[in-house]
């Protein structure tokens, strides 16, 4: 499969349909009416990806209060996924956002948003912030072996609220 670019700012992201780590359908559909943060990352159980996803977790109540949907989406399989979800719980509690996989067809929808590394098989790094109608109002990406900023990332969620 070889990635088209991002979708433009201001551009209806691409629709798909998947399963979250709990085996719930998701669709791209499901997240209109809230602002959304779709955060490709490569690897489930990889260094830095436990490490911004953790951090990501520790602001449950900043995700609650924006109102906002998050999803984490690798190419990892579901079952994996289930496992890494609680690996990442802090104090048991529940994670504030889903593990989405793009498993199969493999990397179908990271590579629907320009951001499938066809050579290593993963998501880069790449968080695409949606607005209430579904376009897209940011794109963040960074080299894979570097967390993200999610100061600037929850900054651009709460004015989208």
């Not at 433009?8 to 998701?26: C, N, Y």
């Not at 609650?64 to 496992?83: E, K, N, Q, Y």
Request: charged share 20%.
């Amino acid at each position: 499969m070889t990635a088209s670019s991002p979708p433009d700012l201001g551009e209806r992201a691409p629709s798909f349909a998947t399963r979250t780590h709990h085996g719930e359908s998701i669709t791209l559909e499901k997240l209109g009416g809230a602002p959304a943060l779709l955060m490709f990352y490569p690897f489930a159980f990889s260094a830095v990806c436990g490490s911004e996803l953790r951090s990501l977790a520790s602001r449950g109540a900043q995700i609650r209060d924006i109102g906002a949907t998050v999803l984490a989406i690798s190419c990892d399989p579901l079952h994996s996924l289930r496992a890494y979800a609680e690996s990442l719980r802090i104090g048991g509690d529940e994670l504030p956002f889903s593990l989405v996989s793009d498993f199969w067809p493999h990397g179908h929808i990271a590579g629907s948003y320009g951001v499938f590394d066809s050579e290593r098989g993963t998501a880069n790094r790449t968080s695409v912030l949606l607005d209430t109608q579904l376009r897209v109002a940011h794109l963040q990406s960074v080299p894979n072996a570097q967390a993200r900023d999610l100061d600037e990332t929850f900054s651009v969620l709460a004015r989208l609220s």
